[in-house]
């Protein structure tokens, strides 16, 4: 790909220009284990990896079924990882959009996930569920009333 001279990408460039907005392109956190952890996504989520890398901090980038958002999942030795198993889910969790609720919570579950919350629906009418993968991190599993996005 064309780069701007900067280390950017030409058309990251004319997105800028000709949008001028910003635009989510990935969310990361730190992982004990990110080539296991990403391993589980992709078999188990429907995730794709765009990027992977090698020591120190096997890093995988790694996108959602439209190629539009990505999640970053690493190990950076110069941090500890948090507990998300600790943390409420509330606080940090990522969320999948899912048209059978039930299926794909059941399909998690049996890939090692466990179930927090199951099937609430909230004043909008968006049915969810919270779940956790086999590392703590929180998955919300979300059915819109109305897309959003």
């Known amino acids: 790909m064309a780069s701007d001279g900067r280390g950017g990408s030409i ?10 907005k910003m635009r989510i392109e990935h969310l990361a956190y730190q992982a004990e284990d990110p080539v296991a952890v990403a391993g589980w996504y992709v078999a188990n989520a429907g995730l794709s990896v765009r ?3 090698g020591a120190p901090n096997y890093a995988h980038f790694l996108a959602d079924s439209a190629g539009n958002v990505m999640i970053e999942i690493y190990n950076n030795p110069r941090v500890r990882t948090p507990d998300y198993r600790g943390m409420d889910p509330l606080l940090l969790h990522v969320a999948f959009c899912s048209e059978s609720l039930e299926g794909d919570r059941d399909r998690l579950v049996a890939a090692g996930a ?24 929180a998955i919300q599993l979300v059915r819109r009333e109305r897309a959003m996005v």
């Not at 058309?11 to 001028?20: H, Q, R, S, Y």
């Not at 099937?119 to 968006?126: E, N, W, Y």
Request: hydrophobic content about 55%; overall charge negative; charged content about 20%.
């Open 11 to 20: 058309f990251a460039v004319l997105c800028a220009v000709l949008w001028g």
């Open 51 to 53: 990027r992977a890398s």
């Open 114 to 137: 466990e179930v927090v919350e199951d099937m609430t629906t909230t004043p909008a009418g968006d049915v969810l569920v919270m779940l956790r993968d086999p590392w703590g991190f």
